[in-house]
């Protein structure tokens, strides 16, 4: 069974930087594309970035710009590198399996996700 374990996240004013980690384990990890998705107050999940095993990145409109993704496979970590936080930014963030929407992972198993609150 997957099981990942998101951190890094914390209160940063606007304008700051975090960076996010993901562990996963139960898997083949450098053989799977991974993501990061975020869900706002009062909002579905969100996809944010994704990248493949063989670093492709492909970033969504909120992260285009201020976000990096990037992962290190010898530690089954992804990360998020998080800069020029705006406080709409402001949301609980995890990552799981790339999908094309965060609806076709909704049996799969979640981390319990970081939350990241940015102050304007």
């Known amino acids: 069974q997957v099981h990942l374990v998101e951190s890094g996240g914390g209160l940063v004013q606007a304008g700051g930087s975090l960076r996010l980690s993901c562990a996963f384990s139960g898997s083949i990890f450098s053989a799977k594309a991974m993501a990061w998705y975020r869900q706002i107050p009062g909002k579905e999940r969100e996809s944010v970035a994704a990248i493949t095993p063989e670093n492709l990145r492909r970033y969504y409109d909120s992260a285009k710009g201020r976000f990096t993704i990037s992962r290190d496979n010898a530690k089954n970590t992804v990360y998020l590198q998080m800069n020029n936080l705006k406080p709409e930014d402001t949301a609980v963030y995890y990552c799981?399996?790339?999908?094309?929407?965060?609806?076709?992972?909704?049996?799969?198993?979640w981390g319990q996700g970081t939350q990241v609150t940015v102050s304007s």
């Open positions: 799981n399996a790339d999908a094309p929407s965060p609806t076709f992972l909704e049996h799969d198993s």
